[in-house]
């Protein structure tokens, strides 16, 4: 499997991510191959514009039913609003996987 080299994002946690509020990213299997210590470039998922780069610090596994607090303060939302978030995007889904990045830069 090829290292990925790009993350794209809803415009809409573009500001958290740029402020540092948000650290992670939960995902699906289909994108649990990213690196630690690698960094990607990141863009918008509604118009490709790249806005940062991002060095991948971990990427556990999670199971839905698992997420907490914790991990809603590092999304910079409330556990409520996460869980909908993640049932929005991969509905149904239990096996998930946190990806924690840290900002390197802005484009």
């Not at 409330?78 to 991969?90: E, R």
Request: charged share 20%; with cysteine; net charge negative.
């Amino acid at each position: 499997m090829t290292q990925p080299t790009t993350m794209t994002f809803f415009e809409r946690f573009e500001t958290d991510i740029l402020s540092g509020k948000k650290t992670i990213t939960i995902r699906d299997e289909s994108e649990n191959n990213y690196v630690p210590g690698s960094t990607v470039t990141v863009s918008t998922l509604e118009g490709g514009r790249e806005f940062c780069r991002l060095t991948i610090l971990s990427v556990e596994p999670i199971l839905f039913t698992e997420l907490a607090d914790f991990h809603a303060e590092q999304e910079n939302m409330t556990l409520a609003v996460l869980k909908a978030v993640i049932q929005d995007i991969y509905p149904g889904i239990e096996q998930l996987y946190v990806v924690s990045y840290k900002l390197v830069g802005q484009l």
